[in-house]
């Protein structure tokens, strides 16, 4: 893991582009609401303090429930971040930034949730919820 720096990123069309604050670590939520807008488990990076978008670009949001929103570019649909309103904390998509060379997997939410198809080999703190309930082992 590296120290907390601004770093960029973009869609996939390449309209949005935002600097934000991380330190790379890569937490994956396996939650049905991220399986459906990311197509898959969400990889975000939780960021320091909000982002900061380019004035030209065209972020949507949608508001998935009543703990969150997610953002996405208007124009290719791309997935961008969630955001968790109670207390603002943001998660970019891991695959947004222009470098992901310091990011590191570090941790899996949801893990109830999570469908028998696909386990990643990554040691990784596991929870059965989010990250105030009970840890999870890994099997096998």
Do not use: W
Not at 18 to 42: D, I, N, Q, W, Y
Not at 60 to 80: A, M, T, V
Not at 117 to 129: M, V
């Amino acid at each position: 893991m590296t120290d907390i720096t601004e770093r960029a990123g973009g869609c996939l069309c390449g309209q949005v582009r935002f600097t934000v604050r991380h330190g790379g670590e890569v937490h994956v939520c396996h939650c049905s609401l991220c399986r459906k807008a990311t197509g898959g488990p969400m990889l975000g990076v939780i960021c320091d303090g909000e982002p900061v978008f380019d004035e030209a670009s065209p972020v949507g949001i949608y508001h998935s429930s009543d703990q969150g929103e997610r953002g996405f570019c208007l124009r290719c649909g791309s997935q961008l971040y969630f955001r968790h309103t109670p207390d603002n904390a943001y998660a970019f998509t891991a695959g947004t930034f222009d470098d992901q060379s310091c990011m590191v997997m570090t941790e899996e939410i949801y893990m109830t949730d999570k469908p028998g198809f696909y386990d990643f080999a990554n040691e990784t703190r596991r929870y059965s919820q989010d990250v105030d309930s009970d840890p999870v082992p890994r099997q096998g």
